[in-house]
């Protein structure tokens, strides 16, 4: 999937597709791609026979936000919003993902590192 854009040395941590009743089928495709001291990016596929691609460096990720209601939870999906300082996407949305607070945890895990890799603070990226 995603893999493929990218460079060979790049490593995918996580992806998941949109889920409809828990199942993933559906052309929206997530995915984390980290390529060792150059850049980690969330990754956002829509699309079968053309496609629209959204992708944000996740040093320029500012916030989460998780949304599970009670279908969802029946169906074990959730919407992780991530929020960011980006010119182009200001929010991107990963609608009916698998285990929603375990991807954020682990985005949370991954902003943290790559702020450090980049050396941003916290406070720097306030305006």
């Not at 409809?20 to 150059?38: A, M």
């Not at 959204?54 to 040093?59: G, K």
């Amino acid at each position: 999937m995603a893999k493929n854009l990218y460079d060979k040395e790049a490593e995918v941590l996580w992806q998941d597709r949109r889920r409809y009743c828990g199942l993933p089928c559906s052309f929206t495709r997530y995915s984390v791609i980290k390529k060792d001291g150059e850049y980690a990016k969330l990754v956002n596929i829509v699309g079968f026979l053309s496609s629209h691609s959204e992708e944000v460096n996740l040093y320029r990720v500012d916030d989460f936000e998780v949304h599970q209601s009670l279908i969802d939870k029946m169906f074990g999906v959730g919407t992780v919003t991530v929020y960011c300082k980006d010119a182009t996407c200001d929010k991107l949305v990963l609608r009916n993902i698998k285990n929603p607070y375990r991807v954020r945890e682990l985005l949370n895990k991954l902003v943290l590192e790559d702020r450090q890799r980049v050396g941003i603070r916290q406070t720097e990226m306030q305006f």
